[in-house]
């Protein structure tokens, strides 16, 4: 133990002796350590206070891009993408003069849920489209089998994306609201109309006959028809579905959230710089936000605005942009949620969705949803964005807040509606709920074929 304690002495006694020899070296050294760290927490600091900018979402796009793939089919794993929207029509045939359906009401949903897995195994595995006349395509609605109908046209690829599979081949490149999954022979085929053309495809698929029916089995008929299948429907778009429902609907209050709260937290959103920027008031209570050629509007009314007044110069990234359709849908979904902070009872699903090669732009849309239906404003969706080259370039957010007030009310029938529909010439009765301002009504929109 002494011969320890004795050791130690003497090293201490160097290592003094060399810091008294190196004093001057040791302070300058320790100063150097003290200045980077305080660095350091600088930027950490600035970075939490957003002194550099938001970038959410751009960083998630931008990201995604990057990752982007140059085939023409998107791979990813289940649960990589928020589904987005849903059919707010099915109709399942379990056998040839038996069909069961559903249209604009909660149950679309549960009918949903037990097919969507197939649909998107048949989306996964669909060989080359092959086109198809009227005829062969109103055959095989006849027949066994489960039909959707989104109303809005939907990416073949986003449906796909969204049961985490792909889309092999040219049907990647093909949008479509209606679908049909055909039990034919051995196996199963998918139909669907192109939205572009109007052209009906159809393509083989792996999905097992076995796995359809056994699902097909639980649904007895209720009458419902498609308007080609009855001539009391013939002026209605062949490929409506007519649901012999009284089923009631829930009814709704509506409020205007006001002015959003957190202007710092959606300016980082949109990656403007809350520090620097400049503001001033408008003389109905909403705020205008303003960093260099960015502007940032925050209405009394509820409606976020934001336009980019020029494209950051940032490098071109090099993606494919149908391929980039799924995340660039998927961010800004998550986005819609952010700066909604809060829907009430109500939900989000996607309305629209284009890319323009030309000019590298995304065109994308969300509306307000209900129990299948959309509650339709009288101001345009509840979101709309303009998205290129990894930069949000505009941006509109109608803030609703709506609620269930525990009462229900019965709509006139699908095959009044469809009548009246006919009757006036329209080609095709959707049911919504419409947003007057102060009260939410139940209505029978008439959409006419272009």
Known sequence: MNKLLVQAR???????????????????????????????SAVVLAGKTGLFGGTEPLEALRDRFISASGNSSVSTGKGDYQETARPSVIAVSPETGTRYGAAFSNETDTMYDRFATCLGEALGSAGTPEAVNRTQWETALSGTGVFFDYVQDQSLLCIAAW????????????????????????GVRLYYISAATGQAYRCTTALAKSTLESRMDAYPSNGAVFAFENEAYSALDGDVLIVPDTQEVRSLSVSNPGTPGSAEEIMQLFGM???????????????????????????????????????????????NGRDSLPDVVDALYQTTLKLMDGLGDAGIRLVRAEYDAPSETYTVSFGYYLDGMQICLSTGNAADYVVSRDQILQATVRLRQYHLTGETQTPLPGVQAAALVAATGGSEPIRVYRDNGDSVTVEWLSRRLP
């Open 163 to 186: 049961q985490g599979t792909s889309v092999p081949g040219t049907a990647a490149g093909h949008s479509a609201r209606r679908f049909f999954l055909s039990v034919q022979d051995n």
């Open 10 to 40: 003497a090293t201490l006694g160097r290592l003094t002796s060399w810091v008294r020899a190196h004093r001057t070296a040791v302070i300058d050294h320790g100063k150097t350590a003290l200045i980077v760290v305080l660095c350091l």
């Open 273 to 319: 710089n809350h520090i620097t920027a400049t503001n001033y008031p408008e003389s109905d209570g909403g705020r205008v936000y303003l960093d260099g050629d960015n502007t940032l509007r925050l209405g009394a009314d509820g409606v976020i605005s934001f336009e980019r007044g020029a494209a950051q110069e940032t490098p071109l990234r090099v993606w």
